[in-house]
Structure formats: C-alpha cells, structure tokens
C-alpha cells in the first residue's frame, strides 16, 4: 500500500521535472507548449498518490468516488469544449493547430477526473 504511494510520487515528481523543462523550452522560445498532457499525468501521478489508500479496497465508497467524479467531468469536459470552441472560432484572430487545441482539452480534461476524484474522496 505504502510502496504503491511512493511509486506515484516519484512518478510524479518525474514528471513535473520533465513537464517543466520541455515546457518552459517551448514558452521560452515563443512557442505553444506542446507537452501539455506531461502536465496533465503529473497532477495524475499526484492524485493516485493520494487516492492509493481509498482505492485501495474495492468497497462502494470506492465505487462512488470514481461514479461520481467521472459522472460530473462529463459536464466540466462539456464545457471545456464550449470555451475552446468560443475561444479558438474561425472568426477570432487567435489561430491555433488543432492538435494544440485537442492537446489543450485532453489535459483539461485529464487532470479535472482525477481532481474530481479527490474532491469527491475529501467529500464522503
């Protein structure tokens, strides 16, 4: 149980060195970040860090959690894609690949599950 959790934070830690380093690269230089999903597993690794001990045990507390947070990122994933979609239109001079822009939303979307989780395992 203690080993899974130090496994995540390494993880993690890991990946925030990486996560910065190819990201402050590209935000140095001028350019969009393209390693936004190194972001979004890093607050993953994080996350599972914490939520080690409450899944640990296949209970319907357990069960709920993950129900529950991935019932209501449903709608924030609904919602970051209206906002994307307003943002980033034909119409406005914002131009970005699409790639950019679904890398953007999975990350979102990525790190909102995992952190609905915790919320949710704070909350019952």
């Known amino acids: 149980m203690k080993n899974k ?16 380093l190819v990201n402050g690269a590209y935000i140095f230089s001028g350019k969009f970040p393209e390693s936004l999903m190194a972001v979004a597993l ?16 296949k209970d319907e507390r357990a069960q709920k959690i993950r129900e529950r947070a991935i019932y209501i990122s449903y709608f924030w994933g609904i919602g970051f894609a209206v906002i994307l979609m307003m943002i980033f239109n ?7 690949a699409a790639f950019h822009v679904l890398s953007l939303f999975m990350a979102l979307y990525t790190s909102t599950v995992f952190l609905n989780m915790v919320y949710y395992a704070k909350k019952y």
């Open 42 to 57: 890093t607050i993953m690794a994080f996350c599972l860090a914490y939520l080690t001990p409450h899944f640990a045990t």
């Open 90 to 96: 034909p119409i406005t001079s914002i131009n970005l």
């Open 5 to 20: 959790r130090a496994i995540f934070l390494f993880l993690g830690f890991t990946m925030l060195v990486n996560a910065l």
